[in-house]
Nanobody, 118 residues
Framework: QVQLVESGGGLVQPGGSLRLSCAAS????????MRWYRQAPGKQRELVAT???????NYADSVKGRFTISRDNAKNTVYLQMDKLKPEDTAVYSC????????????WGQGTQVTVSS
């Protein structure tokens, strides 16, 4: 059974940094795309960043220049380095992976809370 487990959320002051991790485990044959989403209270879920298995990345305009997505293929782990955090970055951050186990499908982590406040 495949699982995605996020870690690294917490409370940080505006201008600070956090690093989120999402580790995929189970009978995984290949991971194609990994993404970070976020959802703030009362708002729709937003795609924050994407990284392919070749290392190509894409970011939401709201986080360009502040967030960096990366992955360690040997560890089946994706990271989100978040710098210059703003109160509007407050949300539950969830990772998503499109991968091949018994079939190709996408999986979700349980989410981790990020709160930016003084």
């Amino acid at each position: 059974q495949v699982q995605l487990v996020e870690s690294g959320g917490g409370l940080v002051q505006p201008g600070g940094s956090l690093r989120l991790s999402c580790a995929a485990s189970g009978s995984i044959l290949s991971i194609y795309v990994m993404r970070w989403y976020r959802q703030a209270p009362g708002k729709q879920r937003e795609l924050v960043a994407t990284i392919t298995n070749s290392g190509s990345t894409n970011y939401a305009d709201s986080v360009k220049g502040r967030f960096t997505i990366s992955r360690d293929n040997a560890k089946n782990t994706v990271y989100l380095q978040m710098d210059k955090l703003k109160p509007e970055d407050t949300a539950v951050y969830s990772c998503n992976a499109v991968l091949l186990a018994t079939s190709i499908r996408d999986y979700w982590g349980q989410g981790t809370q990020v709160t930016v406040s003084s």
